[in-house]
């Protein structure tokens, strides 16, 4: 029997009140043809502690990165939510809440939502961000729309947009989704050799209405040269840049180089990965391109009495006013994830997010050190800088490998093969905050005992 | 109160980490790229840190504080056990790309929830990769485009959608390419079969409805509207955001619709986050199955040595044969799938009989706001949105006469009940209903909580003008000026002019 309805046995009393003898007569406006007559072939309800068994008997079965060696990545990373952080995010004034469209009752999430902004907004170095979009890859698809409303008319271009070639084929499979239908059409920025983006490419790219690419790349290189790319496409062809937002802890922000529109996936910030959602997508932009950018955003404004107080602003954008003439449909979002990450920025500061920086790249160093003493394995980009993770050659298929190591309790990384056969060979290994010293000793010594058998 | 920048603490305030693998000096760090300037983030230490966010917090209304009768988004309660679940490391500490024989537990749940979201919407299959409603109806019109693009009817560029549909659907639509139409309503609310008639022809490739619609009736031509469009050889899609008032008494399979998008945060429970996390996933008809967004999960017979967590059940992912390709670039939400698990456990088959308690509800708020109008003499300021014997699942109120009569409007009375403790109904929507309140009390409110709020209601409506139009007094703020707010943007500290 259920327990959630609080009205369970007094049916009767409140039908009598409306004049009304059974529930039948409350759906006596669903035709005969349509109704369902029969009970719904499904299994019967279970108590909470029923439940709790089988969640743990399900969940329980999964293999937690935890109890493994893990260095897989590949756009999310394993990282440490303060406890703080959890603790505050369940308390029900935030987590029951919706939307906040009767600004007096909430103040507390869009005060937390506007400081939210201002956090990613300093972080990425552009004055303006929205409270979130679903994730990464919805954000670089709703900002190259973005971008195709705001230089449509000038580009010379017509609706063509550049995306880096490295983009994993799922998040291209996104963009390409949310681009199709409005005549976008999406060519290819190319990269050098050592994995830098190919200059005369970008210059291709001059007068079309964005170029999109990303820092560190999805191989996790760092790229010196993107930061004259803005000079190379002009000022009528949007420079938008996706970033790993850990990484501006140490590197520069992209919007201090000359980007238009700063996009990422802001899941290392206050989120666990849990597979892949919920998470949130980071969303800033120049002034250019404030007023045809998705999603909401908060204004700080006054009361009645002159108070500070806050609200939903620039609304004309959005989908519930202008419907099929809006910037995009979002409307519910990922706002209490991105509440977390604000929740764990905050806890950071300026020196706390330098150290976790420093924390990702000397973990990546150390495993760099580990894999250097491993013969047959080697670096595909040895000469780049690379942040959270690197790409490295094996003598054998990744998938063997990855299959091999999960006898050492090793999940050694992603096998690059599944974004390009032509890398079937080869195994993007991540490290963060979270590596300890020992999983690295047990990747570099099973990586070694696999890699001589292969060479054998 | 304070804002974050208000706090001074020391440099290197806040939380305490381990020290780094190698120390920082044997990096090789990329020196051109290296930043200059921190970030100008505040400093705070954990106690500070604790205190404001649990000061916001107190700033802030939700179903744990109070009545929500937020028409539209069913605010529901969220049991407690669900977020437990989801705090497990099976479901945080999960990378999505690992190997399916890592996450048999997690496949299982996702299968559980595919089949169940397709028998209860009478669909053939499930996706549950989109990760909000609007994602959902995005997902599913591309899927029809996809159809209809196979099946070289490349001209079907144009939806139908009812002038009372939620501004998603057209801004769906319109972002998947699509030219939209707006069909009239009849006077009372309801689809006009003949304007619909009208505007229909082969380059119609949909029409996207909700049923219940927004003014919360049952559609009842809805069958002969989904003949229609069939008839010229268009799709019908589903808007399930008002799927909580029909579980086990009509699908939209029996009404004949092809797609369908779910919410999984209305109907199933995931709490609403402030504005999300949700979760949308759409079911399909057998014909549109092969263009879902993939990989789905599916199931095969388990071989030997396989480490199953259903007997002799093996899942595994699957690529339908013609993908639209992806929506989101990992599996969806599978958070809020986790929890709304654990809730559609809760009920199980009785899910029939929390839609029941939904409508239960909403018609007894709507009759008891009625009689204690007509008893304290107000019911001449406000009358029903649409002309109807029963709601379903949310119903509406036009305030219109009172608007007419003392100049108080749907803002002034959703600003009242503010006063009153509660949490305003949505306001102004559908549009299509003058000074409109919309009123969805869900099935988790108990009887007195609805008697109390039909009283309050009535008391808010018999208050004096001057009073409501300075409504709200008792709330952590007076009302906003969002005038003020577009006219002087101020989106962030540090303050720059905008």
């Given at each position: 029997m259920v327990d959630q309805l609080p009205n369970l046995g007094r049916e009767a009393e409140m039908l009598m009140a409306m004049?009304?003898?059974?529930?039948d007569d409350l759906f006596s406006d669903v035709p005969v043809d349509v109704r369902?007559?029969?009970?719904?072939?499904l299994r019967p309800p279970q108590s909470e502690e029923e439940i709790i068994a089988d969640a743990r008997r399900l969940l329980g079965a999964n293999v937690s990165l935890g109890s493994m060696a893990s260095f897989i990545g590949a756009g999310l990373y394993r990282n440490h939510v303060p406890a703080a952080v959890f603790q505050l995010v369940t308390r029900g004034e935030f987590l029951?809440?919706?939307?906040?469209?009767?600004a007096e009752v909430s103040q507390g999430m869009l005060q937390a939502m506007w400081e939210f902004q201002g956090l990613i907004s300093e972080l990425v170095g552009l004055p303006v961000a929205n409270?979130?979009?679903?994730d990464g890859s919805s954000a670089a698809a709703e900002a190259i729309t973005c971008a195709v409303r705001v230089h449509g008319r000038k580009?010379?271009?017509?609706g063509v947009v550049y995306v880096s070639e490295l983009v994993p084929p799922d998040r291209w499979s996104v963009i390409h989704n949310y681009t199709q239908g409005g005549g976008i059409e999406l060519r290819t920025l190319r990269h050098l050799e050592d994995g830098t983006v190919d200059p005369a490419s970008v210059a291709e790219a001059a007068g079309a209405c964005a170029v999109y690419v990303e820092q560190p790349n999805p191989l996790g290189l760092l790229d010196?040269?993107?930061?004259s790319v803005k000079d190379a496409i002009g000022e009528h062809t949007a420079f938008i840049v996706g970033v790993n937002p850990v990484s501006l802890g140490l590197y520069e922000a992209p919007g201090h180089y000359g980007a238009d529109i700063v996009v990422g996936e802001?899941?290392?910030?206050?989120?666990?990965m849990t597979a892949g959602g919920p998470i949130y997508g980071i969303f800033a932009c120049s002034k250019a391109y404030m007023r045809q950018m998705p999603g909401r955003i908060v204004g700080r404004t006054i009361d009645e009495d002159e108070q500070t107080a806050y609200c939903l602003t620039l609304?004309?954008?959005e989908q519930h006013i202008?419907?099929?003439?809006?910037?995009?449909?979002?409307?519910?979002?990922?706002t209490l994830i991105a509440l977390m990450g604000a929740m764990h920025m905050s806890l950071l500061g300026p020196e706390g997010v330098r150290s976790l920086a420093v924390r990702n790249a000397a973990a990546l160093h150390a495993v760099v050190q580990a894999l250097?003493?491993?013969?047959g394995v080697e670096f595909v980009h040895p000469d780049g800088h690379h942040f959270n993770e690197i790409a490295v050659q094996l003598p054998g298929p990744a998938a063997a490998c990855i299959e091999a190591l999960e006898a050492h309790g090793?999940?050694?990384?992603?096998?690059?093969g599944r974004w390009s056969e032509a890398r079937s060979n080869q195994l993007l290994v991540t490290a963060t905050d979270q590596t300890r010293p020992e999983d690295i000793d047990r990747l570099a010594s099973a990586m070694a005992a696999w890699c001589a058998e292969v060479v054998a | 109160m304070n804002n974050l920048w208000d706090f001074t603490g020391?440099?290197?305030?806040?939380y305490a980490q381990p020290a780094p693998?190698?120390?920082?000096?044997d990096l090789s760090l990329a020196t051109p790229l290296l930043r200059k300037d921190a970030p100008r983030w505040p400093r705070l230490s954990e106690p500070e840190m604790v205190r404001h966010y649990t000061n916001l917090s107190r700033r802030n209304f939700g179903i744990d504080t109070g009545f929500y009768p937020l028409g539209s988004c069913t605010m529901k309660h969220n049991p407690r056990v669900n977020e437990v679940i989801a705090q497990m490391p099976g479901i945080?500490?999960?990378?999505?790309?690992?190997?399916e024989h890592h996450l048999q537990g997690l496949l299982s749940i996702f299968h559980e929830m595919q089949h169940m979201l397709a028998v209860c919407a009478g669909m053939d299959e499930v996706t549950l990769?989109?990760?909000a409603g609007a994602q959902g109806e995005f997902t599913a019109v591309r899927c029809i485009q996809e159809y209809f693009r196979e099946r070289g009817e490349?001209?079907?560029?144009r939806i139908v959608v009812p002038d009372?549909?939620?501004?998603?659907n057209p801004a769906s639509a319109a972002m998947a390419g699509f030219e939209i139409v707006e069909v009239p309503s009849t006077e009372?609310?309801?689809?006009?079969l003949e304007a619909l008639a009208a505007v229909?022809?082969?380059?119609?490739?949909a029409m996207m409805i909700t049923n219940p619609n927004t003014l919360g009736l049952?559609?009842?031509d809805i069958a002969a509207a989904a003949e229609l469009v069939h008839g010229v050889g268009g799709q019908m899609y589903y808007?399930?955001?008002?799927?909580n008032a029909i579980i086990g008494r009509t699908s939209p399979g029996l009404m004949g619709f092809d797609a369908v998008h779910y919410n999984l945060h209305k109907t199933f429970s995931q709490p609403h986050g402030g504005g999300g996390p949700g979760s949308g996933p759409i079911g399909v008809k057998a014909h549109l199955a092969?263009?879902?967004?993939?990989?789905v999960v599916d199931v095969r017979a388990a071989e030997a040595g396989e480490r199953t967590v259903e007997s002799g059940r093996w899942f595994h992912w699957r690529e339908p044969e013609h993908s639209i390709g992806k929506?989101?670039?990992?599996?969806?939400?599978a958070g809020a799938v986790v929890r709304c698990w654990a809730f559609y456990r809760r009920y199980g088959r009785d899910l029939r009989t929390m839609s029941e308690h939904a409508v239960l509800n909403a018609n007894y708020l709507r009759h008891a706001i009625h009689r204690e109008a007509k008893e304290a003499g107000v019911d001449h300021l406000f009358v029903d949105g649409a002309r109807t014997d029963v709601a379903k699942h949310e119903f509406t109120l036009s305030m219109q006469p009172a608007k007419e009569a003392l100049g108080v409007t749907a803002m002034d009375i959703a600003k009242g009940l503010l006063d009153m403790g509660y949490m305003a109904?949505?306001?102004?929507?559908?549009?299509?209903?003058?000074?409109c309140l919309m009123i969805e009390p869900t099935e988790t409110e108990a009887k007195d909580t609805l008697d109390q709020f039909a009283k309050d209601f009535v008391a808010v409506v018999g208050t004096d003008p001057a009073t409501l139009h300075a409504a709200?007094?008792?709330?952590?703020?007076?009302?906003?000026?969002e005038v003020y707010a577009a006219r002087n943007l101020?989106?962030?500290?540090p303050e720059e002019d905008l």
């Open positions: 004049g009304y003898a059974s529930m369902m007559e029969e009970d719904l072939p029951t809440a919706y939307t906040p469209y009767q409270l979130s979009v679903y580009a010379t271009q017509k010196a040269s993107l930061t802001g899941q290392p910030f206050g989120s666990p609304s004309t954008r202008r419907r099929h003439r809006a910037t995009s449909n979002l409307c519910t979002n990922e250097e003493g491993v013969d090793v999940l050694p990384g992603f096998d690059l | 020391a440099e290197g305030a806040g693998l190698v120390p920082e000096s945080c500490d999960i990378h999505p790309h690992q190997p990769q989109p990760v490349a001209q079907r560029t009372s549909a939620h501004g998603t009372d609310g309801r689809i006009d229909l022809d082969d380059t119609i490739a049952f559609e009842t808007d399930g955001a008002n799927f092969p263009f879902l967004p993939g990989p929506v989101q670039q990992w599996h969806g939400n109904p949505t306001v102004y929507f559908p549009l299509v209903v003058p000074e709200p007094v008792t709330t952590p703020v007076r009302r906003v000026d101020c989106l962030r500290v």
